[in-house]
C-alpha cells in the first residue's frame, strides 16, 4: 500500500512516499523500521504509543488505534501534527 | 600546534568550533542537525574522533546520533535509551529526551552513560550505537516512582545529569538529578546512595528526602577526584570526599548577587578553583543575570571567597540565562572557559575569565557548551 511519509522522516526513506504492507498500523510501522531502521522509534515510544505530536490517517480518516487492521488497497498517511509552531 | 575543539548544543541544531591554542582565531562548523533539539554533544576523549549527540525533534523521538569522524559523517544509534516495554496493564515510561552524555572510564573504551527525562540512567558499552538501563538505579525499589515524569520538576521536565566516573576507578559514578539529589555508586552503578548531607532545600520542604533536592549542577575536580562542586538550586557547595558532608560556599558570595545558577565548572588542574555564572534566585525565579549585568564568580580558594569576572561582558541590559550544560572549561595553561546564552551568544576567555569577548551571536538558545582536546 501507498505510505505518505512526513518530510521529518523522509531522511530515513529518502521519498515523499514508500509502498510497505502490513496487516496493521503496527506491522506496517515494524515494516517500515525493517526497511529504515529507526523510523519506527521516532514515531512510536517504547510502550508502543504513537508519539504526541504523530499522526496517522488511513483512507483520509485518523487512526489512533495502531492494532487498526489494514487491506492491501489502504492508503496511509503518516504526519507530524501542526502543534504549534 | 595544539588544537581546541568546542561543541554547542541548541535548541536548533549543533555547531563545531575549532581553533589553535591561543583561542582567538576560532573556525566555525555548522549547523549540524539544523532544526533538531539538540541537548548535549560530547567528544569522547578516550579516541579523540568520536562525538555523540542527543537529538529529537519537536515531533519525532528521542535519539543518539554518533560520528566516528568528528562530525564529517553521521550515523544513527541503533538502539536509543528506552525503558522496557511493560506488562500488560501496566503504565510503562518512556524517554521524553536524552538531556546528559558522559564518556566511560579511560579503561572501559566504548563505554558511555545517558542521563534522560524523565530521570534515568543509561549504559552503552558499544561506542553508544545501543544502550541498555542500568537496572540497579532505574528498577531501584528505593528510586523508583520517585523519579518524577516528563512534566515534573523543571519546566522541560526533572533531568538527571552530572555523570560523573572518579577517573581513579570505573566502579564509582556519581549523577545528579534535579528533582532530586546527589547519589553514589561503588560498584559500576547496581547499587546507590544517597549524598545529600549538608544540601538546603527550597523553604517548606523536608531536607532528609533527597527527592526534594535540586542539584542544577555537580562537577568533579580531575586534579582531585575527592573533591566535587555543585551548584544547587539552594546554592553553591563543595565537598571533600571520604566526608559526606555538603557545605555552602556559595554564603562568601556578594549578597546582592546571590549564589544560585545552573552551571558550575572546574579548574583542570588546581582543585581550588572553580567558577560559576550567577542568575536571579529571587521570588518568582527568573534565572536572569542578576540586575542584567552578566558575570562569572571564581574562587581561588576552594569557595572562602569569590571574585566577579566581567570584563568584556555587557555592562548592563543584558538578561542572559546560562543553563546547566552551557559553561565549560578547556584545558590549556592558561584555561579558557566558554558560556553559551539562551539567546544564542556564546562568549569565550582566553585567560581564565579575566577578560571575555563574543564569539558567536544570533545562534539559537544554547543548551549545552563542551570542550575537547583534539591534538
Given amino acids: ?85 | 600546534m595544539r588544537e581546541v575543539g568546542l561543541l554547542v548544543a541548541t535548541r536548533k541544531g549543533a555547531w563545531i568550533y575549532r581553533s589553535d591554542a591561543a583561542r582567538q582565531e576560532w573556525h566555525a562548523d555548522g549547523p549540524h542537525f539544523l532544526g533538531h533539539i539538540i541537548h548535549h554533544l560530547v567528544l569522547d576523549p578516550r579516541d579523540r574522533r568520536t562525538l555523540l549527540a542527543a537529538a529529537k525533534t519537536g515531533h519525532l523521538g528521542p535519539t543518539i546520533f554518533r560520528s566516528t569522524d568528528f562530525g564529517k559523517s553521521w550515523s544513527e544509534a541503533l538502539r536509543p535509551p528506552a525503558f522496557p516495554k511493560a506488562a500488560e496493564g501496566q503504565a510503562g515510561r518512556t524517554v521524553d529526551h536524552t538531556f546528559w552524555l558522559t564518556p566511560g572510564h579511560s579503561s572501559e573504551p566504548g563505554v558511555w552513560y545517558a542521563g534522560t527525562s524523565p530521570q534515568a540512567l543509561f549504559r552503552s558499552e558499544d561506542g553508544g550505537a545501543t544502550w541498555e538501563g542500568v537496572t540497579g538505579f532505574n528498577d531501584n525499589p528505593a528510586y523508583v516512582g520517585k523519579l518524577g515524569g516528563t512534566q515534573d520538576g523543571t519546566p522541560d521536565g526533572p533531568k538527571l545529569h552530572s555523570l560523573l566516573v572518579d577517573p581513579r576507578d570505573a566502579g564509582h559514578l556519581y549523577l545528579g538529578m534535579s528533582g532530586g539529589g546527589v547519589h553514589e555508586s561503588t560498584d559500576g552503578g547496581e547499587n546507590w546512595a544517597p549524598l545529600i548531607d549538608g544540601m538546603e532545600v527550597v523553604a517548606g520542604f523536608d531536607a532528609g528526602q533527597w527527592a526534594f533536592h535540586d542539584p542544577h549542577c555537580v562537577a568533579l575536580c580531575p586534579s582531585n577526584p575527592d573533591r566535587l562542586y555543585q551548584q544547587n538550586h539552594c546554592g553553591i557547595y563543595r565537598i571533600d570526599r571520604p566526608s559526606d558532608q555538603w557545605r555552602r560556599i556559595g554564603r562568601a558570595m556578594p549578597a546582592e548577587v546571590g549564589d544560585i545558577g545552573f552551571p558550575i565548572v572546574v579548574h583542570p588542574r588546581d582543585d581550588r578553583t572553580a567558577w560559576v555564572f550567577p542568575m536571579d534566585g529571587t521570588d518568582v525565579w527568573p534565572r536572569t543575570s542578576p540586575g542584567g549585568k552578566p558575570a562569572a564568580y571564581v574562587t581561588r580558594d576552594a569557595g572562602d571567597s569569590w571574585q566577579r569576572q566581567d570584563t568584556g561582558l555587557p555592562p548592563q541590559d543584558a538578561w542572559w540565562t546560562v543553563y546547566r550544560q552551557a559553561m565549560a572549561s578547556d584545558t590549556c595553561d592558561p584555561v579558557g572557559l566558554y558560556v553559551g546564552t539562551s539567546s544564542g551568544g556564546l562568549w569565550t576567555s582566553a585567560d581564565e575569565g579575566e577578560h571575555w569577548s563574543v564569539l558567536a551571536e544570533h545562534l539559537p538558545p544554547i543548551y549545552a557548551v563542551e570542550t575537547a582536546n583534539l591534538d
Avoid: W
Avoid at chain 1, 517500515?32 to 510502550?47: K, N, S, Y
Avoid at chain 1, 490517517?57 to 492491501?72: I, Y
Fill in chain 1, 1 to 85: 500500500m501507498k505510505v505518505l511519509i512526513p518530510s521529518a522522516l523522509q531522511s530515513y526513506t529518502g521519498a515523499a512516499q514508500v509502498e510497505a504492507a502490513g496487516d496493521s498500523l503496527f506491522e506496517l510501522i515494524g515494516a517500515l523500521d525493517a526497511r529504515f531502521p529507526g523510523i519506527r522509534f521516532r514515531m512510536v515510544d517504547e510502550q508502543d504509543r504513537l508519539r504526541r505530536h504523530m499522526r496517522c490517517f488511513v483512507n483520509g480518516a485518523q487512526v489512533h488505534d495502531l492494532g487498526r487492521p489494514l487491506a492491501a488497497d489502504d492508503e496511509v498517511a503518516i504526519i507530524q501534527a501542526l502543534s504549534g509552531g
